[in-house]
């Protein structure tokens, strides 16, 4: 598998610790699963829920040692520091409103932190972590984890290479129905509190996935974008924070891009696009077909290139597991995050720079998901007017 042959300087799994993700949460066993494909960390810890009664059950429903299961992150992060074996690292999956405080805690304590995304709520919250971060010294990854896919790497090499000139278009898109009801209705735990301003923050639709997709734009293009026109809409009765979101986009560099999320779109289940034009080619690539990538160089035919196939570069081979015609996808996406995150709290504890090759996103980024966020409410707000980032 190319990924195990990577970071060199790697030795014994990682204590990791985890806040959130208890019993009916998706996302927690997402990140446990994904942690573990490389066998680089093992989770020795927990306060896996606000409630001490159910972090102990969900604790001991995953097999983690009762002893170790705590009923507050506070706790986690005072006690695991005065353990001789305590965690090396902790995975932050929470509601968004928590981040900032979990973040902040276990960063001051001395520990590496994985976080889910958006970073934090706000925008001002996102730059204190950031400034947080860098005095600590610690490694502070964001689980974007679609740029962890092995196309959406072939495809920033292909761009940051030149063969596809000047970038001139960016399209993004993400699509869902899922909370095409009302949250209540839906029977998801997920949810209520992902339409709750006091828990999501100030994006609803734009905050759960067209963050990814802002990011997605910005990673495989290497372009920020600058300025933006959003209208955000909430169609489903009562819902305060928008479920569709449909904007103009002004990059750095003169690109221009659009982007639409909905959580509204009946029919779709999780319809990432990236569609990438500039003057000499253009990229297309879908996450429900992740491991074909469309390149059409100008004027010549439509080529098609898989993950493991003749087309496929180094980029997209270094963070390959399985042979060909093998489907990596979601769970593998996240389990490279995991893999790269290994190799730089490795790196870092052993006072060594960063291994080569290493493509995560940043605290920078972070930052950047809560301006995107924050420009969508005001530019909405404004009937559409251009807003800066």
């Known amino acids: 598998m190319a990924i195990e ?18 019993q009916g949460a998706f996302i927690g066993g997402v990140h446990r699963i994904a942690s573990r494909i490389d066998d680089k960390f093992e989770l020795v810890a927990g306060a896996l829920s606000s409630t001490p009664e159910k972090a102990l059950a969900s604790a001991r429903e995953i097999g ?9 992150y506070e706790a986690m992060a005072e006690k695991e520091k005065a353990r001789d074996d305590g965690i090396e690292a902790v995975a932050i999956v929470t509601p968004n409103h928590m981040h900032f405080p979990v973040a902040k805690t276990f960063l001051q304590a001395g520990f590496h932190v994985i976080c889910d995304k958006p970073m934090t709520t706000t925008l001002a919250e996102a730059k204190e972590l950031a400034e ?25 090499a292909m761009v940051a290479n030149g063969d596809l000139g000047k970038i001139r278009v960016v399209v993004a898109e993400y699509a869902q129905d899922w909370l095409a009801e009302r949250a ?20 609803g639709a734009i905050g759960d996935i067209g963050t990814h997709a ?14 933006l026109s959003a209208d955000l809409s909430s169609f489903v009765s009562g819902r305060k924070l928008d479920d569709n979101a449909s904007m103009l986009l002004r ?27 500039g003057e000499s080619g253009g990229l297309e690539w879908a996450q429900e077909e992740p491991n074909r ?82 420009a969508c409410v005001a530019s909405s707000k404004k009937d559409g007017a251009w807003v800066t980032l």
């Open 5 to 22: 042959g990577r970071g060199e300087g790697f030795s014994g799994r990682i204590r990791l610790g985890m806040v959130g993700g208890g």
């Open 64 to 72: 983690l040692d009762p002893e170790r299961s705590y009923g507050s």
């Open 132 to 156: 947080i971060a860098k005095r600590s010294g610690k490694v502070f990854i964001l689980t974007h984890n679609y740029t962890g896919y092995p196309m959406i790497r072939q495809a920033r």
């Open 184 to 203: 209540e209705d839906t029977g998801s735990k997920q949810a209520g509190w992902r339409v709750d301003p006091a828990k999501a923050g100030a994006g």
């Open 214 to 227: 802002h990011n997605l734009a910005c990673y495989v293009t290497g372009l920020r974008v600058e300025k």
């Open 251 to 277: 990059f750095s560099g003169g690109a221009k891009g659009m982007l639409w999320a909905s959580q509204v779109a009946v029919g779709n289940e999780n319809g990432l696009t990236l569609r990438v034009y």
């Open 293 to 374: 990538l469309w390149y059409t160089p100008l004027g010549q035919a439509k080529r098609l290139l898989t993950r493991g196939g003749a087309g496929a570069n180094a980029a997209a081979a270094a963070v390959s597991r399985i042979p060909p015609g093998h489907p990596e996808g979601y769970l593998e996406g996240f389990a490279t995050i995991y893999a790269e995150a290994a190799e730089l709290i490795r790196a870092a504890s052993d006072g060594r720079p960063p291994p080569d090759g290493i493509a995560l996103p940043t605290i920078e980024d972070g930052v950047d998901g809560l301006a995107f966020i924050e």
